[in-house]
């Protein structure tokens, strides 16, 4: 029904910035949420931003609202695209803690599980 793709990861240096990008395509415009996760090896999946559709406008797009893991608060930036169907994660002063696979999701409402995963995109900051 929905399909995501990731990409824009790479090899940047401590201080650096990526932006990620998420193209969603299929019943787009079923998705009311979608956010970025991250697992590095060996650690347990967690959540970085996420961008709602609450309330938003199909028309002027306007509305919705994001919200931030405490561990990226101040540096990294979630937005969206709408013509696009692309969400970006924009990251800045990455620190090497940031060193993971960055997954994006998409859900049907504005709370509760995610429905659909992309396949991931690797992010490596280097000390």
């Known amino acids: 029904q929905v399909q995501l793709v990731e990409s824009g990861g790479g090899l940047v240096q401590a201080g650096g910035s990526l932006r990620l990008s998420c193209a969603a395509s299929g019943r787009t415009l079923s998705i009311q949420s979608m956010g970025w996760f991250r697992q590095a090896p060996g650690k347990e999946r967690e959540f970085v931003p996420c961008i709602t559709w609450s309330g938003v406008s199909r028309i002027t797009w306007s509305g919705g609202t994001t919200d931030y893991a405490d561990s990226v608060k101040g540096r990294f930036t979630i937005s969206r695209d709408n013509a696009k169907n692309t969400v970006y994660l924009q990251m800045n002063s990455l620190k090497p803690e940031d060193t993971a696979v960055y997954y994006c999701?998409?859900?049907?409402?504005?709370?509760?599980?995610?429905?659909?995963w992309g396949q991931g995109t690797q992010v490596t900051v280097s000390s």
């Open positions: 999701a998409a859900r049907w409402h504005n709370y509760g599980k995610y429905d659909y």
